[in-house]
């Protein structure tokens, strides 16, 4: 077992009842709370035990380091994130008609669920930088959304007239994906941060998309 595995194995370790499970959970929370606050992952144990009133001791009881607890709470955001981008992504794909009306849709689940996560997302992106563990779950939850999005779109597959449809909704998803990711400072795009209005760029992103996938190429 290596040692990002090692990391992982530890982040998962997590108590199941009673009072272990209440600070533990206050621990998790505590820490991502405070990287919101901050923007980044600068906070130490000890700002963890006091905002969530636990002791320092019982934190290094659980996580052997901060390293650990930084890798708990990605796990957990990432499954709350999954989580609700699987139900707006099932609920698009099942709620749209035309090839059109699903762009949008998909656009709107994207974009809103990366919005409502944008502190901690932001926050474990910087991290992502330099830690490779935290860079790899975050592929793997990117990969998921990439997935079930491409897929949607393959519904439509006799609509697209681009010569590979599989290449289409490939640059598709990755156009959305990083225009949103800059539009909320995800990463190194920090400066670029809420530019514009939200509600053009979703707009004219699901129209640009749309256009890119039902129109031929110029011979």
Do not use: C
């Not at 609509?159 to 959305?176: C, E, H, T």
């Not at 941060?193 to 707009?203: F, I, P, R, S, T």
């Amino acid at each position: 077992m290596d040692k990002q595995d090692i990391g992982l194995t530890t982040a998962l370790r997590a108590p199941v009842q009673g009072r272990s499970k209440a600070s533990y959970e206050r621990m998790i929370a505590a820490a991502e709370a405070l990287m919101v606050e901050r923007g980044s992952d600068e906070f130490t144990l000890l700002e963890v035990s006091k905002k969530g009133k636990v002791s320092i001791g019982s934190i290094y009881n659980r996580f052997e380091s901060k390293d650990a607890l930084l890798h708990a709470v990605q796990l957990r955001v990432l499954e709350r994130v999954d989580q609700q981008m699987g139900q707006r992504l099932a609920a698009a794909r099942h709620g749209a008609g035309e090839l059109e009306a699903l762009v949008v849709a998909l656009t709107e689940a994207v974009a809103e669920t990366l919005r409502d996560n944008a502190g901690i997302m932001r926050a474990l992106m910087m991290r992502a930088s330099v830690d490779p563990l935290v860079a790899a779950t975050g592929k793997t939850s990117y990969a998921a959304t990439a997935n079930s999005v491409k897929e949607a779109l393959l519904l439509h597959a006799s609509r697209i007239a681009q010569p590979d449809p599989l290449r289409a909704v490939d640059s598709v998803f990755r156009v959305l994906y990083a225009s949103i990711a800059r539009y909320l400072g995800f990463g190194s795009a920090t400066t670029a941060a809420w530019e514009g209005d939200w509600e053009v760029l979703k707009q004219d992103l699901a129209r640009m998309m749309a256009a890119f996938l039902v129109t031929a190429p110029v011979v």
